[in-house]
């Protein structure tokens, strides 16, 4: 049976060079990097080489990197940890985060917080005039997320950091989806904090990092023993953080240039079935991203055709979401809560072949023709 | 899939029976699923059995939605057919859901509304039969409102 994998913003899998230097961390580099003895440093070494990797890739300074679990406590972090040390209370972000950060955002409003969150238009992008206007002296904080998970659009970052600097505020972005697949430069996009994760990037899961810009006020989210400079204790997860590091430095960006190739591939002809409709942007969209509603099927079901020809996808509708309500992000963008459901999300990779694509493109418009023939719609 | 199915709704999702529409059906019931936004139509043909009760001789649907709602209504086909309208009316989310060896409980509504939507269906039915046989008396009905 093929197995096709389709769902490479869930995760991805890890690459075979990042597994292979991630191993000696296991059973023979085991220290713990807070150790003053051999094996300790021979973990601390470790972890400040990756470290520097990664913030290499930001444009960044090794000591404004900190390492965390992933991308949700990143994001969690800097949120929470900007808004316990700051007098001021509102924090700017827009209605296409992912949950973690509009989870957060709620948590903080029972807490004092206000949280504006910026609509967006039709492909996604925020308007930058609305964003410049809804600062207030207030505003901690402007926090937009980078790639967008669900429809791929990926936002300005430098035309919103000039703003944030123009007007004095923090400028944050979760770069999950966009991390090494489109250019991130804390300094050319003044960014403040910056949220990346390793599993989305051929890394291990469990690890992430947040930047933090020298000099910015926040607390803890982790209080322990002091570790990553006292701003997030537990002992450091270097065979993840290895991984992590290793996974940056094996991008390329031929990869982006042959997931783009495929994705375009893919969107031209799913476009060629009657009555669908591309979510999220063609142009400024995230490499591996593609987003689709197909009038009168549900999203579930073509998900579960596709599966049994062995191919995983992932969908916007309401019928997979635990609290039954269709994707918020679809919503943001217009689409109705029938367009919602009926949406499918096809997510690449480095490793996807034409022939995978071929595949893919040579089953669909029957399960689509099949799941509209036992629809009453019309 | 995110949901864990039994191999039973797969099946009846993957190769769905009695699905489509019966032409000048006796009964139609149509309903949404305020909740996920599905929809479910089920269409009856109803006849006389040997003993002279009502049974639903045919039963067909359409759906759309996920792969629990498409499940539910060609498991609520396959109960209902062939059973006294009687019996087709008692049949409970339980009872399909139990033929599907269970759904996922965030998918139990899916069985909800297949149940709902052959009650419908049979009620659709039983109301076309009342207004069948006192056909004129509607006529008089309608001409009178038309002239007031």
Redesign the interface.
């Given at each position: 049976m093929k197995s096709i994998y389709f769902d490479n913003a869930a995760t991805t899998k890890v690459d075979d060079k990042v597994l292979e230097t991630m191993l000696p961390y296991f059973a023979e580099k085991y220290g713990n990097a807070s150790s003053q003895h051999l094996k300790g440093q021979e973990a601390k070494i470790a972890l400040e080489k990756s470290r520097k990797i990664i913030a290499k890739s930001i444009g960044a300074k090794s000591s404004e990197i900190y390492f965390t679990s992933g991308g949700t406590e990143s994001n969690n972090f800097a949120l929470k940890g900007l808004f316990s040390n700051n007098k001021k209370n509102h924090i700017l972000t827009t209605k296409i985060e992912h949950d973690c950060i509009l989870n957060t955002c709620k948590w903080l409003e029972t807490k004092g917080a206000k949280v504006t969150y910026l609509d967006v238009d039709k492909e996604g992008f925020v308007n930058l005039n609305e964003l410049e206007r809804a600062i207030t002296d207030k505003t901690i904080v402007v926090s937009v997320i980078h790639g967008n998970n669900e429809i791929g659009t990926i936002q300005n970052l430098e035309a919103i950091g000039k703003i944030c600097k123009k007007k004095n505020v923090l400028f944050h972005t979760d770069a999950c989806q966009s991390f090494t697949k489109v250019p991130i430069n804390v300094e050319k996009q003044n960014l403040d904090l910056v949220t990346l994760n390793s599993h989305k990037i051929h890394g291990p899961k469990g690890v992430g990092a947040l930047y933090i810009r020298e000099g910015t006020k926040i607390t803890p989210l982790l209080h322990g023993g002091g570790h990553e400079r006292k701003l997030r204790s537990s002992t450091e997860n270097v065979s993840g953080i290895v991984g992590f590091a290793k996974a940056v430095k094996v991008s390329k960006s031929e990869y982006v240039d042959k997931m783009i190739k495929l994705r375009d591939k893919l969107i031209d002809r799913i476009l060629k079935i009657p009555n669908v409709k591309l979510n999220g942007p063609k142009e400024n969209r995230l490499c591996n991203n593609v987003n689709i509603s197909f009038n009168n099927v549900e999203g579930e079901a073509v998900g579960g055709y596709l599966e049994q020809k062995g191919i995983f996808t992932s969908t916007g509708s309401a019928c997979i979401s635990h609290s039954l309500e269709p994707s918020h992000v679809l919503k943001a963008i217009g689409l109705s809560p029938a367009q919602s459901n009926s949406s499918l999300r096809i997510t690449i990779s480095k490793y996807t072949t034409d022939d995978e694509v071929d595949y893919f493109l040579k089953v669909l418009p029957g399960i689509i023709k099949k799941l509209r023939r036992i629809s009453p719609l019309k | 899939?995110?949901?864990e199915y039994s191999k039973k709704v797969?099946q009846n999702?993957?190769y769905?029976k009695n699905?489509?529409e019966i032409k000048n059906p006796d009964g139609v019931g149509?309903i949404g699923n305020p909740?996920?936004?599905?929809?479910?139509?089920v269409y009856i043909k109803v006849a006389n059995d040997k003993k002279g009760k009502k049974i639903i001789k045919d039963i067909k649907f359409?759906?759309?939605?996920?792969?629990?709602?498409?499940a539910t209504s060609s498991m609520i086909t396959q109960l209902a057919k062939g059973k006294t309208l009687e019996e087709a009316e008692k049949i409970t989310k339980k009872d399909i859901s139990e033929s599907l060896k269970g759904l996922p409980a965030?998918k139990m509504h899916c069985s909800n509304m297949a149940s709902a939507a052959l009650k419908l269906a049979i009620e659709d039915y039983e109301e076309r039969e009342k207004r069948s046989s006192s056909n004129t008396k509607g006529t008089q009905v309608l001409f009178i409102f038309f002239i007031f």
């Open positions: - | 899939m995110s949901l797969m999702f993957l769905p699905m489509g149509k909740v996920c936004g599905d929809i479910m139509w359409k759906t759309f939605g996920c792969v629990a709602a498409i965030i």
